[in-house]
């Protein structure tokens, strides 16, 4: 009817809770959206909707609001997920479709709101209940390197095969995809036109003066943060400091392994003097534990752009790690950071050389962070899902 405004909801669509599980740099990319929407933009927020995954199984299939950044939002949880994720035993990402089929007629979908997802398999259950809703895809790596982080369908080749197709499927039918890196721009070029690099965003503290320093002279505490999964190599981090021997500049070096999953228990025996296992903890506490490190290491085998990165850097923390994904890309080998090959003697060369000038890799560290501000890096994300949330 003439003269009645007609209401465009965004549908925000993750494998988390969007508070606090689990600890990993999409749920704070996430996070860092919807502050920036929360605070610019409060307006609107009364128009979103997180479709996600809870702890808490008696809040499957209800529409609840939860408090964020200030501010109430809608959210409906479609499937329980497990807390300790060393200890999974069914496929996450399975029983959110699942939960998805069962609930998604709850959301009531239409040609005039916009589903942003940030998890693959969203897509085609999202697509199912509403064929003509516009679909805004955020992609945190490249999709094609997701076959080799399957944990339950590994030697299912047909699974593996089927899910590719899939992919390809959604990158040639969503109406616009958002990316962090240039791997994840070649790989989707053949399939879709409207593609659109931006990058993952930081909330940058003061560092008063502009560094940070040794508090002893000397590195004393490395740090890992992430998902202890095959493809984050955590085991060669651990080696390069257990296995330092007589090295001046390790000696009595500890690592501190922040985060779990399903190389957890294969990992645990490593505890001891020198290595700390803190298991999962809220995101808001990984703060502490890089405000108590020298040294952020790195060792994946495929990445998009590590939110870890980019906190750490906003901290002063130097970083180590491995040139895949878009992380070559966010971070200045041999300025605030240094690249290593994956292995133990690579990790530990990397200390020796960012321990001789510490100082200079964590000032350019903390300058070259600026660049990655949540409100700036999100009011160009906002204005690319304002072309579909009207």
């Known amino acids: 009817m003439e003269g009645i405004i007609q209401v465009s909801r965004l549908f925000i669509y993750d494998t988390s ?22 605070e610019e933009h409060p307006e609107r927020v009364k128009d979103i909707m997180l479709v996600g995954v809870t702890l808490c199984p008696e809040e499957i299939g209800r529409v609840k609001r939860i408090e964020l950044y200030g501010q109430q939002i809608g959210f409906l949880a479609v499937a329980a997920a497990e807390g300790d994720l060393g200890n999974t035993s069914r496929s996450l990402r399975l029983m959110y479709v699942k939960g998805l ?33 516009p679909c805004v895809i955020f992609s945190h790596g490249s999709y094609f390197n997701m076959e080799r982080g399957f944990r339950f369908f590994q030697k299912n080749l047909l699974v593996k095969k089927g899910f590719t197709c899939y992919l390809k499927w959604l990158l040639k039918t969503a109406d616009r995809i958002l990316l962090l890196d240039r791997d994840s ?56 400091v257990t296995e330092a021997g007589s090295d001046e500049i390790l000696q009595g070096v500890r690592l501190t392994v922040v985060g779990s999953g399903e190389e957890y228990n294969r990992l645990i025996p490593y505890e001891g003097d020198q290595v700390h296992f803190t298991g999962a903890v809220a995101p808001k506490e990984v703060r502490g534990y890089m405000e108590k490190a020298d040294i952020l290491v790195m060792n994946s085998v495929f990445e998009g752009v590590p939110m870890t990165i980019l906190e750490a850097v906003s901290m002063g923390l130097p970083v180590i790690s491995t040139n895949v994904g878009g992380i070559g890309e966010v971070l200045r080998f041999g300025q605030d950071s240094e690249e290593t ?39 160009r994300v906002y204005g690319l899902l304002c072309d579909y949330w009207r």
């Open 185 to 240: 721009l070649r790989d989707y070029g053949p399939y879709n036109s409207n593609l659109v690099r931006v990058s993952n965003s930081i909330v940058c503290p003061e560092l008063p003066e502009g560094c940070r320093r040794l508090k002893s002279g000397r590195v004393e505490e490395l740090l890992f943060v992430g998902r202890l999964s095959r493809d984050k190599r955590v085991e060669p981090i651990i080696r390069a």
């Open 101 to 133: 089929l069962r609930f998604g007629r709850l959301l009531k979908l239409t040609k005039r709101d916009c589903n942003y997802i940030h998890t693959p398999e969203a897509y085609g259950v999202v697509k199912l209940f509403s064929f003509r809703t």
């Open 17 to 38: 809770n969007f508070i606090d599980f689990p600890i990993g740099g999409q749920l704070t990319s996430i996070g860092n959206f919807l502050r920036y929407v929360c």
């Open 341 to 379: 090959d994956g292995t133990p003697e690579g990790i530990r060369q990397a200390v020796r050389r960012i321990a001789a000038a510490y100082e200079v890799y964590s000032k350019n560290a903390y300058e070259n962070s600026g660049a990655y501000d949540y409100r700036r890096i999100n009011k």
